[in-house]
């Protein structure tokens, strides 16, 4: 099953003609995701890597209706504009690979994607994979092997690494998911241990977070529901102090944040704490009862 | 991104916020003390708060006075900060003062507008003592604050008659700076009922989205450009700057010379769990140019309290053939003697490893030190190599 994307999804890429967003058509391609258009306003009816180039979104679901994901490659700037237009002409899922969206744009993007049930990932996510199936993204398929773990971290590199250690110890993903390292998200944790609970093909949840936001602590209730366990590896307890938050943020967050906070909300609802990557197998292990 | 308290000010002027006269004074700018009328307070200018506890707001009742107390905070440090200027602005007497503030409530995922008629004191004391005492009110994102909800929040921080349309002005006024200029906070406290019958913004602190200054030229206009706002730089962290690094100095013996940031804050974390030390915090960022990559081993190797090299890339976006032919061509042109025990995998790694391979037969005492692991060896075990080499060196 797979969760978000599988063999069969059909993807489009918008900003296809940028210079990452080519090259990593054709890797994507290379791996099997049936990618069915692109669009870049103004460069309609050329082609990438053989994909059609499209003016609009909705010119290219006039052609390919059923495509279910649309991945973002555009500058910052024009970001807010392409998720509300993948929005507008029906997608389901947008994969937002820009990084530094600004934060008032992401939080009205948030809630046009609500009201319409859509879910947005990202942004500066590197995307995700469904190991053998497809990848809609930059993520390295090197390291990624076909398995029944789930795994969803905020950082791109930390998703390689939970890959890396997880098939080291004979463990493969069922499907990675990177939410993505900008301050304001898409889905957060919460929204893809939902996803991973639902799917048959999920045995276990590797859940990889760092200091700073709270999405950490605000998936932590959700993990004591879950019928599958949850494996979480938190970084930045050695990491020197940064910013302080103003009052008012303060006011709203209290102490949440911290790498101690986090922990203690994880482990409180029944996660078990990986302090390195190494252990994370190991405690698959113990959770599956092997 | 903070802004200082003159800053801030200088935008709420622009935007209609009203704030007391005050003129701005650094080592080099005393005549400006011709222009104020007396008595003024004097307030040091610094990112951080506390500073009324620390000594760094005082009265002054005359030019000699103020310039007293100028020059002893001039070049004091507050936290990581020097003190580079103060604000001299105009002493009234205060009524009472109350709390105003437009931030993102992250939990929320919304904007929200935090009153409290306690200002002017700790606000989080406040917050977590008489929670009955704030008022929050959420806007949907990109909606704007109305005046009658203005005259709603001024009516219910006690204000009435003229005060009251004064303070809902002013709440309406904080709100469209808060969103047109893209801020995660503006907040006024206090704001201050002087026993005049003015009303006045005492304090600003405004913290803006850095993503989104590329569309507010008029910040550029105020002199307000990105900065380095976390304390002073270290030498090395300077010339990082310089070269759009992302660099932090600690006080450790191994240089980290990781991909992105999420690994660098885990690579400091593991260096530690197996009792290293690391000398830094450092990111590549998303696809770095060679250039840049030979600019951070250079922070590293330069830096005389490492004696070792942990390095780790793992190609995604970026790739391996670049990071190959840059820790090459820096080997080669500085000749290193620190150990770097490093690992590759991912995008291009192939093309990386053929890279390293053709420099080891070229000049095979000069990469002696030198070792690159794969995808293979667990990360650990390349992080307990790098302490053990690290170890040997003392």
């Keep these: ?290 | 991104m903070r802004l200082y308290e003159f800053e801030a000010k200088r935008l709420f002027k622009k935007h209609g916020i009203p704030v007391l006269d005050s003129v701005l004074v650094d080592e080099n700018s005393f005549e400006e003390l011709e222009k104020v009328t007396y008595p003024v307070v004097v307030k040091a200018q610094t990112f951080i708060g506390g500073r009324g506890k620390a000594g760094l707001i005082k009265p002054a009742d005359n030019r000699k006075d103020a310039e007293n107390k100028i020059k002893n905070m001039l070049g004091r440090k507050h936290g990581a900060f020097e003190i580079k200027s103060v604000l001299v602005e105009k002493k009234v007497e205060v009524e009472r003062e109350v709390y105003i503030a437009a931030t993102i409530d992250r939990l929320e995922h919304k904007p929200v507008l935090i009153l409290s008629n306690k200002g002017g004191i700790d606000i989080e004391e406040t917050a977590r003592q008489s929670p009955d005492a704030i008022f929050k009110y959420y806007i949907n994102p990109g909606g704007k604050v109305l005046p009658f909800f203005g005259r709603k929040c001024a009516a219910k921080l006690g204000f009435k008659g003229p005060l009251l349309n004064k303070c809902a002005g002013i709440v309406v006024k904080l709100y469209s700076l808060f969103l047109n200029l893209d801020c995660k906070l503006v907040e006024i406290n206090p704001l201050a009922l002087t026993k005049t019958g003015g009303i006045f913004a005492l304090d600003a602190k405004v913290n803006l989205d850095e993503d989104a200054m590329f569309r507010h030229p008029e910040l550029k206009e105020l002199g307000i450009t990105a900065r380095h706002e976390v304390g002073e730089l270290t030498e090395r962290e300077k010339f990082a700057k310089s070269k759009g690094i992302p660099y932090v100095d600690l006080d450790g013996d191994i240089g980290v010379f990781p991909g992105g940031a999420g690994f660098g804050i885990a690579a400091i974390d593991l260096i530690q769990y197996y009792g290293g030390k690391p000398a830094n915090f450092m990111d590549s960022g998303g696809a770095p140019t060679q250039e840049k990559l030979r600019a951070m081993l250079g922070l590293l190797i330069e830096n005389p309290r490492v004696k070792a090299i942990f390095g780790a890339r793992f190609g995604g976006i970026s790739r391996c053939d670049d990071w190959a032919k840059a820790l090459v061509q820096y080997v080669k042109e500085n000749r290193p003697e620190k150990p770097m025990i490093m690992r590759m995998t991912g995008n291009m790694e192939e093309e990386g490893r053929k890279i390293l391979e053709q420099a080891k037969r070229d000049e095979p005492e000069l990469f002696k030190k030198i070792k690159v692991y794969s995808v293979d060896t667990p990360i650990e075990e390349v992080i307990k190599e790098t302490i053990r080499a690290a170890a040997e060196c003392k």
């Design chain 1, 1 to 290: 099953m797979s969760i978000i994307i599988d063999e069969n999804t059909k993807t489009i890429i918008q900003g296809i003609t940028g210079r990452n967003a080519s090259l990593h058509t054709k890797f994507m391609l290379e791996y099997g995701t049936k990618i069915v258009g692109g669009v870049t306003p103004g460069k309609g009816g050329q082609e990438v890597a053989g994909v059609k180039v499209y003016d609009t979104v909705a010119e290219c679901l006039s052609e390919v209706p059923d495509a279910a994901v649309s991945s973002i490659w555009v500058p910052p700037q024009f970001a807010k504009d392409a998720i509300l237009e993948a929005i507008d002409a029906g997608i389901k899922t947008v994969v937002v690979i820009t990084e530094r969206i600004p934060i008032h744009d992401m939080l009205y993007v948030r809630d046009a994607a609500k009201e319409r049930g859509v879910m947005v990932i990202g942004g500066n996510t590197p995307g995700l994979i469904s190991p053998g199936k497809a990848l809609v993204g930059m993520l390295p398929k090197i390291t990624f092997r076909p398995g029944r773990i789930g795994t969803v971290a905020r950082s791109g590199a930390i998703t390689y690494y939970l890959a890396n250690s997880l098939n080291l110890a004979g463990f493969g993903e069922s499907t990675s998911v990177g939410l993505g390292g900008d301050p304001i998200l898409g889905a957060n944790f919460e929204d893809i241990l939902k996803l991973f609970e639902g799917d048959s093909e999920t045995d276990a949840v590797v859940m990889a977070g760092e200091i700073g936001g709270v999405y950490e602590e605000l998936a932590a209730p959700y993990i004591r529901k879950m019928s599958k366990p949850v494996i979480a590896y938190i970084t930045g307890k050695a990491a020197p102090q940064g910013k302080r938050l103003g009052h008012a943020g303060a006011i709203i967050e209290g102490d949440m944040g911290t790498a101690k906070s986090k922990i203690e909300a994880l482990s409180s609802n029944g996660a078990y704490i990986a302090e390195t990557l190494s252990e994370i197998p190991e405690l698959v292990k113990k959770a599956l009862g092997g």
